[in-house]
C-alpha cells in the first residue's frame, strides 16, 4: 500500500510559480511511477506530467511543456512538480498518484491517489 500527499498549492498571480510536493509513505514507491493530475471545476480531470521510477522518461501535456517541470527524490520519498508562469488556466485541484506497473504513461495504471491540493492562479 502507498498513500500520497500532496502539498505546496495556493493562490497566486498570473506569471508567477509555486512549486508541489507528494510525499509517499511506503517503501516500495521507490519502484512506481508517479504522476500529477489536475481537474477544474466543471471538467474532466487531465493528465499533467509522469515520470518513471528511475526519473530516465517524463512526459508532459502540451500544455504545461516548457513551463512544468515534474521530479522525484526516492531518497525522501517524494515528488515534485514545479510550476512556472503559471496562467488562471491552470487553476484546479492538483491530484499525484503512483502507478506501480507501467512507466507512468497511461492514466489507467494508476492505482494510488492523494487527496489534491488547490492551485489558484489570479488575473
Known amino acids: 500500500q502507498v498513500q500520497l500527499v500532496e502539498s505546496g498549492g495556493g493562490l497566486v498571480q498570473t506569471g508567477n510559480s509555486l512549486r508541489l510536493s507528494c510525499a509517499a509513505s511506503g517503501r516500495t514507491f521507490s519502484t512506481y511511477a508517479m504522476g500529477w493530475f489536475r481537474q477544474a471545476p466543471g471538467k474532466e480531470r487531465e493528465f499533467v506530467a509522469a515520470?518513471?521510477?528511475?526519473?530516465?522518461?517524463?512526459f508532459y501535456a502540451d500544455s504545461v511543456k516548457g513551463r512544468f517541470t515534474i521530479s522525484r527524490d526516492n531518497a525522501k520519498n517524494t515528488g515534485y512538480l514545479q510550476m512556472n508562469s503559471l496562467k488562471p488556466d491552470d487553476t484546479a485541484v492538483y491530484y499525484c498518484?503512483?502507478?506501480?506497473?507501467?512507466?507512468?504513461?497511461?492514466?489507467?495504471?494508476?492505482?494510488?491517489w492523494g487527496q489534491g491540493t488547490q492551485v489558484t492562479v489570479s488575473s
Open positions: 498518484a503512483a502507478d506501480p506497473n507501467g512507466d507512468g504513461s497511461s492514466e489507467y495504471g494508476y492505482v494510488y
Open positions: 515520470i518513471s521510477w528511475s526519473d530516465e522518461i517524463t
